[in-house]
């Protein structure tokens, strides 16, 4: 992110993907500050429409439309299930095989989500995919593919498996990973946020808009930690 302006991924056909960068809202919220949307806006120089949101801490591929047909037209298959999203994430433990979590959500306490409990009135249907991609001695990168658009589903579901992320102020570990804390040497941090990615996004062809899949490479704070767990062995 040069100068406050994300990098573009892709642009065309009246859609535009940037590579969000951990820390920066998609929509100005109660604490103030820039958000990804204005800083667009400002830099095009006309109005941008947000399709989907990924939460402050995780990065990745997120998607704007650039008029208000295809605003429309992408929204409904986000909320229909069309459109695929893969995430990387960084978690504790050894996660050694596929799974299905199908596991209903519902609010819990100061902002936080939590699985429901049979029964439980409010819950909502919640299911995620998680694959391991590699695996070290207390940790793995893993891709979770959410198949419902639940607040902080993917981060739950992987605490319900019991793996949570490796940071996450919410719902593990609130200190930053240092160097050492990942099989190195030194005290630099490594990780100060939660570190999930969202890593490639795929959408079906729509009136006006051809079916593309875009992926944004993992940021450089999760490829460091990477680098670390397997030089660790």
Same mark, same amino acid.
């Given at each position: *992110?040069? =100068?406050?302006?994300?990098?573009?991924? %892709?642009?065309? !056909?009246?859609? *535009?993907?940037?590579?969000?960068?951990?820390?920066?809202?998609?929509? &100005?919220?109660?604490?103030?500050?820039?958000?990804? +949307?204005?800083?667009?806006?400002?830099?095009? =120089?006309? $109005?941008? %429409?947000?399709?989907?949101? #990924?939460?402050?801490?995780?990065?990745?591929? #997120?998607?704007?439309?650039?008029?208000?047909?295809?605003?429309?037209?992408?929204?409904?298959? %986000?909320?229909?299930?069309?459109?695929?999203?893969?995430?990387?994430? #960084?978690?504790?433990?050894?996660?050694?095989?596929?799974?299905?979590?199908?596991?209903?959500?519902?609010?819990?306490?100061? =902002?936080? *989500?939590?699985?429901?409990?049979?029964?439980?009135?409010? !819950? $909502? &249907?919640? @299911?995620?995919?998680?694959?391991?991609?590699?695996? %070290?001695?207390?940790?793995?990168?893993?891709?979770?593919? &959410?198949?419902?658009?639940?607040?902080?589903?993917?981060?739950?579901?992987?605490?319900?498996?019991?793996?949570?992320?490796?940071?996450?102020?919410?719902?593990?570990?609130?200190?930053?990973?240092?160097? !050492?804390?990942?099989? =190195?040497?030194?005290? @630099?941090?490594?990780?100060? +946020?939660?570190?999930?990615?969202? /890593?490639?996004?795929?959408?079906?062809?729509?009136?006006?808009?051809?079916? @593309?899949?875009?992926?944004?490479?993992? &940021?450089?704070?999760?490829?460091? /930690?990477?680098?670390?767990? @397997?030089? /660790?062995?």
């Amino acid at each position: *992110m040069s =100068g406050g302006v994300p990098r573009v991924l %892709f642009e065309g !056909a009246g859609v *535009m993907v940037v590579d969000k960068p951990a820390g920066v809202l998609v929509i &100005p919220g109660r604490e103030g500050g820039p958000s990804l +949307r204005d800083t667009l806006e400002a830099s095009l =120089g006309r $109005k941008v %429409f947000v399709v989907h949101r #990924l939460d402050r801490d995780t990065s990745g591929a #997120l998607v704007f439309a650039l008029d208000a047909g295809v605003h429309r037209a992408l929204s409904q298959a %986000f909320e229909a299930g069309k459109v695929r999203k893969r995430y990387r994430a #960084l978690v504790e433990g050894r996660l050694e095989a596929p799974q299905l979590v199908d596991a209903p959500l519902v609010a819990g306490r100061k =902002g936080r *989500m939590r699985v429901a409990k049979p029964e439980e009135p409010d !819950a $909502k &249907p919640s @299911r995620t995919r998680v694959r391991p991609v590699e695996t %070290f001695a207390s940790a793995s990168l893993v891709e979770a593919e &959410p198949l419902t658009g639940r607040t902080h589903q993917i981060r739950v579901h992987l605490l319900s498996l019991g793996h949570p992320l490796l940071v996450d102020h919410q719902y593990g570990r609130e200190a930053p990973l240092t160097e !050492a804390d990942l099989g =190195g040497q030194g005290t @630099r941090e490594v990780l100060t +946020r939660t570190p999930l990615h969202a /890593a490639r996004v795929e959408w079906p062809a729509l009136p006006g808009l051809p079916a @593309r899949g875009v992926d944004a490479p993992l &940021p450089a704070d999760m490829q460091r /930690a990477l680098e670390l767990l @397997r030089a /660790a062995g």
